[in-house]
């Protein structure tokens, strides 16, 4: 497990390091500035001659980590230069005794600077402590940064981006790599950062896990290799592995049932049977012919045998959804996995009622999972596209506390949530994955994974850490403009815990 930090926890952990801890401001510092030379030296030490390292300084403690990176870098002997952004009256304690340490070092600081001259450029200029669009002077820099040639580093965060949000703040550097400090920053993993990030390597200055004092980061995500599935009785029988009930596919959709039953099967799941449209039964059949099949007139006794239930893949939004989702709602309180027109059908006018029904069985205790993408999220919470994917955590923990359930909000990096409790941010996938089906796919595997016994906020997590893995070994095979779902679900725990 990896923590994903905000900028107000990583500033009241560098706090508590400080004040708690007692190891001082300047000592992390220097580790940080120590942790960046320590790349660079990796990258650079064999051409150092040739080498010229400019580094863009802000006025807060990100620029006071530039300046002590430039002091060890030209002790060791780098050709090395600082370009000040700011108001040196206005600048932080630390950086004022970094700037006064590094005078007696040779550094270039003088005004004409050509930055053309140099082929490493370090973006100091804001760290965590970026409060506002950057603009003026600041922006400048930030363009003069993003035109140069050369190796790009970032520390802590590239100037510009939100370490909460991912968002770009006016405009942002983009770094070839960033050496991250302490915990690795939400907006680092989060799109577009990620993308401005470039690679990110974290880097342990001196603050760990006895820095939280009680208050563990509200988010983590999960390194490859790192999921496990829950152990295979060897002794067992296809009951064992569980019943699991879909209904999907109307008339004309049998594609999103077949997607989906696969991947539950790939999964593990012992029995599926699919519930989908009278017409749709020659096509399951052939294309799922390990699958059970029943008629939406079969509904009522399919819940009795299932042990678990998923409803939404290319169900429509027409009357006999409606109605079997009413079946499924008020028949049973089985564990129930809802995605795509389940999800649009309960935003509906039409199934207000019957949103409130769920949500009230959701306070007594039903095992609900709503698999939402940005679009269906935005019609159940009333909300823009663009409001929900500029704050996905928070948009799926409304959703999560709404109906008392876990919520999967899908998007390049899907969050996870329960109504308490930190929040997973899924880092395997690729633009392949932007494909139809592939949500079927993930249905497929939540629901496989609760239908072996895993519980439903860490089927919800490992179900969408392995799709993106299975994602990944499918753009291996066919690139990530050849993926197409099937190829998802046939990638399904292939490998899955090799370590990338
Ligand atoms: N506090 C600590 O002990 C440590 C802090 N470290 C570094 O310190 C950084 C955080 O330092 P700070 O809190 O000083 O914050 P920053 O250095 O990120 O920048 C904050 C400064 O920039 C100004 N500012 C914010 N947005 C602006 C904008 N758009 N335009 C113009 N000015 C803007 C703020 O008013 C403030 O003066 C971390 O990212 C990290 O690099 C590291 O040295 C590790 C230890
Ligand atoms: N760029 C991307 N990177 C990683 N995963 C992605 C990306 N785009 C989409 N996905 C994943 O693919 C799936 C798409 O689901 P969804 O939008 O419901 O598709 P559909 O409705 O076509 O089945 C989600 O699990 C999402 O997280
Ligand atoms: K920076």
């Not at 007692?22 to 942790?35: D, K, Q, T």
């Not at 300084?57 to 780098?78: E, I, K, P, S, W």
């Not at 991912?166 to 993993?189: E, I, S, Y």
Request: proline fraction near 3%; hydrophobic fraction near 40%; charge should be neutral.
């Amino acid at each position: 497990m990896k923590y994903l930090v905000t900028a107000q926890e990583m500033k009241q952990y560098d706090k508590n390091t400080i004040e708690y801890l007692g190891i001082p401001g300047p000592v992390l510092m220097e580790r940080a500035a120590l942790a960046a030379e320590d790349f660079l030296k990796e990258r650079f030490d064999a051409v150092k001659e040739r080498t010229k390292v400019l580094i863009f300084a802000g006025m807060g403690n990100n620029g006071g980590d530039g300046l002590a990176l430039a002091r060890l870098l030209a002790a060791d002997g780098y050709a090395v230069a600082v370009k000040c952004v700011g108001d040196m009256q206005r600048a932080t304690k630390q950086w004022k005794s970094q700037w006064q340490t590094l005078q007696h070092f040779p550094v270039k600081t003088d005004s004409n600077i050509a930055v053309d001259e140099y082929n490493v450029i370090v973006d100091a200029l804001f760290g965590v402590g970026l409060s506002r669009p950057v603009e003026g002077n600041y922006a400048d820099a930030v363009k003069e940064m993003n035109k140069a040639e050369g190796f790009k580093l970032a520390l802590d965060v590239p100037s510009g981006i939100c370490s909460d949000t991912g968002r770009v703040l006016g405009c942002a550097f983009l770094a070839d790599v960033t050496v991250t400090f302490g915990f690795c920053k939400r907006g680092l993993v989060l799109y577009p950062g990620a993308e401005y990030a470039g690679e990110v390597r974290t880097a342990n200055v001196g603050i760990g896990q006895e820095s939280f004092l009680g208050q563990e980061p509200e988010m983590y995500t999960y390194e490859k290799g790192s999921v496990q599935l829950l152990k295979r009785n060897a002794a067992g029988n296809k009951g064992t592995f569980g019943k699991a009930l879909l209904v999907a596919g109307s008339n004309g959709m049998a594609g999103a049932a077949i997607l989906a039953a696969k991947a539950a099967y790939r999964t593990g799941a012992g029995m599926v049977k699919v519930i989908t449209a009278e017409e749709n039964r020659q096509i399951i059949q052939q294309g799922i012919p390990e699958a059970l099949y029943g008629s939406c007139r079969q509904l009522t006794e399919s819940l009795d045998w299932a042990d678990v239930i998923a409803i939404g893949p290319g169900i429509g939004r027409e009357e006999q959804a409606l109605q079997c989702l009413k079946t499924v709602v008020e028949r049973s309180r089985k564990p129930l996995v809802l995605d795509a027109d389940a999800l649009n059908l309960l935003a509906e006018e039409n199934g207000r009622m019957l949103a409130e029904e769920l949500r009230a069985q959701g306070a007594e205790g039903r095992v609900i999972l709503l698999t939402p993408h940005v679009g269906e999220l935005s019609r159940l919470l009333k909300r823009t596209t663009s409001e929900c994917k500029d704050d996905l955590p928070a948009c799926a923990k409304i959703l999560a506390k709404r109906f008392h359930a876990v919520a999967v909000a899908k998007d390049a990096r899907t969050v996870v949530c329960k109504e308490q409790g930190a929040c997973y941010l899924n880092t395997t996938g690729n633009s392949g994955m932007a494909t139809a089906g592939s949500g079927d796919v993930l249905t497929g595997v939540i629901l496989g994974l609760l239908a072996q016994g895993m519980d439903a906020p860490e089927a919800a997590t490992c179900g969408v850490y392995l799709h993106g893995m299975a994602g990944d070994l499918a753009a291996g095979l066919h690139t990530e403009y050849g993926v197409m779902a099937g190829d998802i679900a046939e990638c399904l725990i292939k490998n899955q815990n090799k370590k990338a």
